[in-house]
C-alpha cells in the first residue's frame, strides 16, 4: 500500500514544479500572457481550500472513497489541460486540477496514519517527504524534455498512466469496513469556509501583483475574507457534525501545532522561491547549479523526516520537533549572514540545515496530531495540518513577494544619478535588464546587489519565522501529547469533545 501512497502523492508533487518550466511553450501556442500567473495561482488556491473539507468527508465516509474521486478529479483535470484550446480554459481546468489535489494532499496522509503504527509513520511520512524532494528536481527537467521535443500538453498526460496505476492499486490493495449511517452534512459551514479561505489566500496571492495592498480591491476581498469566517465561526458552534470542529483551536495540541505548522510553511516558500534566482542573479550560478542549491533541503528533509521517530519515540512529539526548529533556527542565522560574494557551500548548508529542520518538524508533529485522535477524527485533525501548511505557504509568498519588490523599488528610487537613466523603472524590468546581451557593466552590478539587498530581507523575514516557530513551540504545544490507544476499526464512532 505504500508504493500506492507515494505513487499518488506523486501525481501532486510532480505537478507543482513540471508546469513551470513549459510556461514559454503554453503562452506561444494559447497565448495570454497576462493571465499566466493564474495558472499556478487557481491551482494552489483550489487545492488549500478544499483541504479541510476532504478532511472531514473523510471522517465521515471513509478514506478510500474520497481518495478514489480525489484521483479521478485531478486525472480529469489533466487530460482537459492537455486538450486545452485557449488560456483562459486552461486556468479553468487547473482550478479542477487543484480541487483533486486537495484530496490527495489530504487524504494520503490520512491513509498513512491509519495503516501504520506510531513507530513506523516516522519512516512512512520520510518516504511521503521524499517524493516532494525528488520532484523538486525531476519534475522541472522532465517538463523541460516535453516541452523541447514533444509538447508541452505531456506535462499534463503523463499525469494518467501514473495516476491509474495509483488509482488500481488504492482499490485493489485499500480496504475499509466503514459503517454506512445518515450524517448531518454541514452544508453552511462548508460554503463559508470554502468563501473565507479563498477570499483570504485570493488577496495575499494577488495583493501587491494584480492590485496595490492598499487599493479598494484588497480592502474589499480582505473585509469579506473577515466577514465569512466570522460566520463560518458561529456556524460551526451550533452544526451538529462541523466541518472543522471548534476544539481544534481550542486545544493547545492541536491549535499550536497548526501555527507551528504555518510558521514552517512560511520558511519552505520563502527558500524554494527567492534562493535560486538569489543563486543565478547575485551568485551568477548557471539554472542548473542553482537549483541544485536548492536541492540540498529536499536531500536533508526526507531523510530527517525518516530518522525523526528514533527520536519523538524518546523525547516526544514536541521536543522532537523543538530540536528541528534549532536546524531551522541556525538555517536562517546562516542566510541571514550570506554576503553577496559568499561561497557556494554556505547557501548549500542553509538549505541543508533548513530541510533537517523542516523534516523533525512537520513528520512529528503529524504524527503525533494523527494519535491524539481515533479513527474517526484522524481525518479532520490531518487535513488542518496540510491546510495550515498550505496557508504559510501563501502567507510567505506574499509578504516576501511584497518584501523584495519594496527593497526593489526603494533601491531603484535611490540610485546614483549617473546611473538612474539606464536603470529600469519597475521590478519587471530587473531580470530583463540583466538578460540582456551586453548591459552597462556599473548599472549591472548595482542591480546584482540590489537584488542581494532584497532577497537578504527574505532571508531576515527567514529567520524571524524560525523564531516564531521555536516560540511556538515552546509557549504553546505541550511537552507531552494526550495519545490514545491504537484504533484499527474505522466502525467507531469519533470520542465526543
Same mark, same amino acid.
Given at each position: 500500500m505504500l508504493i500506492a501512497l507515494i505513487l499518488t502523492m506523486a501525481l501532486v508533487a510532480m505537478d507543482t514544479t513540471i508546469v513551470a518550466t513549459a510556461i514559454p511553450q503554453v503562452v506561444a501556442d494559447l497565448g495570454g500572457f497576462s493571465a499566466v500567473g493564474w495558472v499556478f495561482s487557481v491551482y494552489l488556491l483550489a487545492q488549500t481550500v478544499t483541504i479541510p473539507v476532504y478532511g472531514?468527508?473523510?471522517?465521515?465516509?471513509?478514506?478510500? +472513497?474520497?481518495?478514489?474521486?480525489?484521483?479521478?478529479?485531478?486525472?480529469?483535470?489533466?487530460?482537459?489541460?492537455?486538450?486545452s484550446p485557449d488560456m483562459l480554459t486552461l486556468i479553468l481546468f487547473r482550478a479542477l486540477q487543484g480541487v483533486g489535489a486537495g484530496a490527495i494532499g489530504a487524504t494520503v496522509n490520512t491513509i498513512a496514519g491509519d495503516l501504520y503504527s506510531v513507530a513506523e509513520r516516522g519512516r512512512v511520512q520520510g518516504w511521503l517527504a521524499s517524493v516532494w524532494g525528488i520532484s523538486a528536481v525531476a519534475a522541472p527537467t522532465l517538463g523541460g524534455l516535453f516541452a523541447q521535443y514533444l509538447s508541452w500538453r505531456w506535462i499534463f498526460l503523463v499525469n494518467l498512466p501514473l495516476g491509474a496505476l495509483a488509482l488500481t492499486l488504492i482499490v *485493489?490493495?485499500?480496504?475499509?469496513?466503514?459503517?454506512?449511517?445518515?450524517?448531518?452534512?454541514?452544508?453552511?459551514?462548508?460554503? $463559508?469556509?470554502?468563501?473565507?479561505?479563498?477570499?483570504?489566500?485570493?488577496?495575499?496571492?494577488?495583493?501587491?501583483?494584480?492590485?496595490?495592498?492598499?487599493?479598494?480591491?484588497?480592502?474589499?476581498?480582505?473585509?469579506?475574507?473577515?466577514?465569512?469566517?466570522?460566520?463560518?465561526? $458561529?456556524?460551526?458552534?451550533?452544526?451538529?457534525?462541523?466541518?472543522? +470542529?471548534?476544539w481544534l483551536w481550542r486545544t493547545r495540541v492541536t491549535a499550536g501545532s497548526y501555527l507551528a505548522t504555518l510558521t514552517a510553511g512560511l520558511m519552505v516558500i520563502g527558500l524554494s522561491v527567492f534562493l535560486p534566482n538569489w543563486g543565478q542573479i547575485v551568485l551568477g550560478l548557471p539554472p542548473v547549479s542553482a537549483g541544485f542549491v536548492l536541492a540540498a533541503m529536499s536531500i536533508?528533509?526526507?531523510?530527517?523526516?525518516?530518522?525523526?521517530?528514533? $527520536?519523538?519515540?524518546?523525547?516526544?512529539? *514536541?521536543?522532537?520537533?523543538?530540536?528541528?526548529?534549532?536546524?531551522?533556527?541556525?538555517?536562517?542565522?546562516?542566510?541571514?549572514?550570506?554576503?553577496?560574494?559568499?561561497?557556494?557551500?554556505?547557501?548549500?548548508?542553509?538549505?541543508?540545515?533548513?530541510?533537517?529542520?523542516?523534516?523533525?518538524?512537520?513528520?512529528?508533529?503529524?504524527v503525533g496530531l494523527q494519535s491524539t485522535v481515533g479513527w474517526g477524527e484522524r481525518g479532520v485533525v490531518t487535513g488542518g495540518a496540510v491546510f495550515a501548511r498550505f496557508l504559510g505557504q501563501s502567507v510567505g509568498a506574499a509578504v516576501f513577494g511584497a518584501l523584495t519588490n519594496a527593497v526593489l523599488l526603494d533601491r531603484l528610487a535611490t540610485a546614483p544619478a549617473g546611473l538612474a537613466e539606464d536603470l529600469p523603472t519597475d521590478v519587471d524590468g530587473v531580470s530583463a535588464y540583466l538578460a540582456e546581451a551586453h548591459p552597462r557593466p556599473e548599472v549591472a552590478e548595482f542591480l546584482r546587489l540590489a537584488v542581494h539587498d532584497a532577497t537578504h530581507a527574505v532571508f531576515l523575514g527567514l529567520l524571524v519565522a524560525a523564531v516564531l516557530t521555536v516560540l511556538a513551540l515552546v509557549f504553546v504545544v505541550p511537552r507531552r501529547f494526550p495519545t490514545v490507544a491504537e484504533d484499527p476499526n474505522p466502525t467507531s464512532a469519533p470520542p465526543s469533545r
Open positions: 472531514k468527508l473523510a471522517d465521515l465516509y471513509g478514506r478510500k +472513497p474520497v481518495l478514489v474521486v480525489g484521483v479521478s478529479i485531478f486525472l480529469l483535470g489533466s487530460l482537459l489541460s492537455a486538450a *485493489r490493495g485499500l480496504h475499509e469496513d466503514v459503517i454506512r449511517r445518515r450524517h448531518r452534512i454541514d452544508y453552511a459551514g462548508t460554503v $463559508l469556509l470554502l468563501i473565507a479561505a479563498s477570499l483570504l489566500i485570493l488577496g495575499l496571492l494577488q495583493g501587491g501583483t494584480a492590485w496595490a495592498w492598499d487599493s479598494v480591491t484588497s480592502v474589499v476581498v480582505f473585509a469579506l475574507a473577515i466577514g465569512a469566517g466570522a460566520a463560518y465561526v $458561529l456556524v460551526e458552534h451550533r452544526a451538529a457534525e462541523p466541518m472543522m +470542529p471548534p536533508t528533509w526526507p531523510t530527517a523526516s525518516g530518522l525523526s521517530a528514533r $527520536l519523538y519515540l524518546r523525547i516526544g512529539f *514536541r521536543d522532537t520537533a523543538l530540536v528541528g526548529a534549532v536546524f531551522a533556527l541556525l538555517a536562517g542565522v546562516v542566510f541571514a549572514l550570506l554576503g553577496p560574494g559568499a561561497p557556494v557551500w554556505q547557501p548549500v548548508l542553509g538549505a541543508a540545515l533548513l530541510g533537517a529542520g523542516m523534516g523533525l518538524i512537520t513528520s512529528p508533529l503529524m
